[in-house]
């Protein structure tokens, strides 16, 4: 069974240039979860999606961020105009609904982002 | 609100001695707890998880950790190091068995010498 897919594995962009990430969760699970590393410091948040719906995005940085997941399968994140401090690793994690059970999250490889 | 503090940034040991990764948690429920371990060039992976069964939980690997609720603490422990676990380990917390958000901590990065 393939893992959390993510493209591209790198990415270097200018400030103001727009990039957008892609994550393919395992197939059949419901729950989709994009994180973010800025260097040296902790994993954070971004969002939730259950299927094609957004859960929770309480930790969506600012509008120049967005994420979409049609169909309920992969998601995408786009961050239009990139900026300095957007630089980092982004996470994608995903888990099946299983109401009642403990919901592993399996995370992808991430996307390392680089705006210059 | 919840939080993780891992104590130590970077952790060395030599290859056979015991490893010691120290995590102390913040939250307002009955916690979940999770060690994740991330290779280079891999994705996180779950090592174990607490969910409020036995307070001691064996993972994979040969590691283990030990919930204390008394000292808000859920350290991560090998008897015995190998030079394959040297690796970036992150402790996390959730409100939920996993369905929710995970509230990591900013990761030890562990170094296994000869």
Known sequence: EAGVTQFPSHSVIEKGQTVTLRCDPI???DNLYWYR???????KFLLHFVKESKQDESGMPNNRFLAERTGGTYSTLKVQPAELEDSGVYFCASS???AGHFNEQFFGPGTRLTVL | AQSVTQLGSHVSVSEGALVLLRCNYSSSVPPYLFWYVQYPNQGLQLLLKYTSAATLVKGINGFEAEFKK???SFHLTKPSAHMSDAAEYFCAVSDSGGYNKLIFGAGTRLAVHP
Do not use: A, F, Q, Y
């Not at chain 1, 590393?37 to 994993?43: A, D, N, S, T």
């Open chain 2, 70 to 72: 008394s000292e808000t």
């Open chain 1, 37 to 43: 590393r800025v260097m040296g410091k902790e994993i």
């Open chain 1, 96 to 98: 099946p609904l299983l």
């Open chain 1, 27 to 29: 197939s059949g699970h």
